[in-house]
């Protein structure tokens, strides 16, 4: 929600926006509810997180965006991943191929002017006695490459009577 009001306003003071929905979860009529313009919203539904990194990449160094979401890190599954069997294991491919994206797009973002938005889903670290045990998908790399982080969070339940029509966040 808070990604769809950023480009709403973008697009309300005339900048070109991309989704790249990496979930395929776009919900065009609650965006359209929230004042983002559907029809002029570039919108990308890759098939891997290299895709969609290299879409979104691409989008950046052409210098006419004003905004861009990536929904979500947690869902940049990387190819060999898709396409490997069952029960491969893929340690840190997903973190390596954000390090390389975000070191790739980080001086076009600040040539272009581009503000990127990544939304990414808290995890729980299995085994932590002290400390968090939350973490984010993806590494290190989108905590070091960040200007501003986020943490968004519901606090309460939204009812109407005995219908849940939203949440306090």
């Known amino acids: 929600t808070v990604a769809l009001h950023a480009i709403a306003n973008a697009q309300a003071e005339g900048g070109i926006c991309a989704f ?60 060999a991943e898709i396409e490997g069997e069952m029960g491969d294991s893929h340690v840190g491919l997903q973190a390596r191929l954000m390090s390389q994206a975000l070191r790739k797009m980080t001086g076009a973002l600040n040539a272009a002017g581009t503000t990127a938005i990544f939304i990414n889903q808290l995890r729980e670290k299995i085994g932590v006695m002290f400390g968090s045990p939350e973490t984010t998908t993806g590494g290190r790399a989108l905590k070091f490459y960040s200007s501003v982080r986020l943490d968004v969070r519901r606090v309460e339940t939204l009812k109407d009577g005995s219908e849940m029509v939203g949440n306090r966040t």
């Open 20 to 79: 790249i929905d990496a979930e395929h979860a776009l919900d065009p009529e609650y965006a359209r509810k929230l004042g983002v313009d559907t029809d002029s919203l570039l919108v990308s539904q890759p098939d891997n997180g290299e895709q969609a990194l290299e879409i979104a990449d691409t989008l950046v160094r052409s210098g006419a965006l004003e905004l861009i979401v990536v929904d979500s890190v947690a869902a940049l599954t990387p190819k």
